[in-house]
């Protein structure tokens, strides 16, 4: 229906992690360099859990260039069958777009961002009849804004969400695992940003704000991180069925689960 995401997550496009990965970007959340072997293997995981949900998988080569290849939910926008591509929001990041632009442009029509926007996928998040759009140190408001007239084109609404400098993106402290449900990391986003938008927010502490980047599928099933029990509590209370990946080796270059995939059905 339009106006709805479409949350049977049917298709997806991954990549794999570069070996010049410890070279990634990370600011948040690591604690040692990044290790691309380890890595890779936290992807491998993450592939599996995805296709155990019934995604269709697609795996495209590692950009050895490019420390944060892996990270693909960035570098474009699904709104239908447009594909938004973006200036990135960090300048060693630019170039990543090229190689998604080739398998995404056999099924959608490639629109590019004016030169004055800049925009990471991560700042996007889809809510039941809206896209939620994050204005953070990646992505500008005239990004935002050009983003905003294809989505309200395709006959969703659309709002902007402050992101705290305590952040990466958006769906670094937020989603939605299922149609009225939010899942909010503590400390970052205020109750007046975001009470809004939902009948149900779950509150992770901000010790697990990490975990706040959910998985949703139809049938209440989530994927979350591994090694959130708080969280993990607070999503069987609230009748979700979890599957968790090991995400550590990912989250040492600042990248959440979300991070890692394109959805283009
Ligand atoms: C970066 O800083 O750009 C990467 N190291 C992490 C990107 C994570 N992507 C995301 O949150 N969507």
């Not at 709805?4 to 959340?29: E, G």
């Not at 502490?205 to 607070?234: F, H, K, W």
């Amino acid at each position: 229906m339009p106006g709805t995401f479409d949350r049977s997550r049917q298709s997806a496009v991954v990549r794999c992690v570069s070996k010049k990965f410890d070279q990634a970007i990370s600011v948040y959340f690591g604690t040692i360099t990044p290790d691309a072997i380890a890595a890779q293997g936290a992807h491998d995981a993450y592939v599996a859990a995805l296709r155990a949900h019934g995604t269709e998988v697609t795996v495209l080569s590692a950009l050895d260039k490019h420390p944060d290849c892996c990270f693909v939910e960035d570098v474009a926008v699904m709104v239908g069958k447009k594909a938004i591509i973006p200036k990135m929001g960090h300048a060693s990041r630019e170039g990543e777009q090229a190689a998604i632009i080739e398998f995404l442009s056999e099924g959608a029509e490639i629109i590019h961002m004016n030169s004055n926007c800049t925009l990471d996928g991560g700042d996007v998040v889809f809510l039941d009849d809206r896209y939620l759009i994050g204005i953070s140190t990646r992505t500008n408001r005239a990004g935002a804004e050009f983003l905003a007239k294809y989505v309200k084109d395709a006959g969703f609404k659309v709002e902007f969400i402050e992101i705290p400098d305590s952040t990466l993106h958006l769906t670094t402290i937020f989603s939605s695992p299922r149609p009225g449900t939010l899942v909010a990391a503590e400390g970052h986003l205020s109750i007046n940003q975001i009470g809004h938008l939902a009948d149900e927010i779950i509150w992770v502490p901000n010790s697990e704000s990490y975990a706040a980047n959910t998985m949703g599928y139809s049938g209440d099933r989530v994927i979350i991180a591994a090694g959130y029990p708080t969280t993990r509590q607070l999503l069987l209370d609230a009748g979700f069925s979890i599957t968790t990946v090991d995400m550590d080796a990912i989250r040492e270059a600042d990248g959440s689960l979300t991070c890692l995939s394109q959805f283009n059905a």
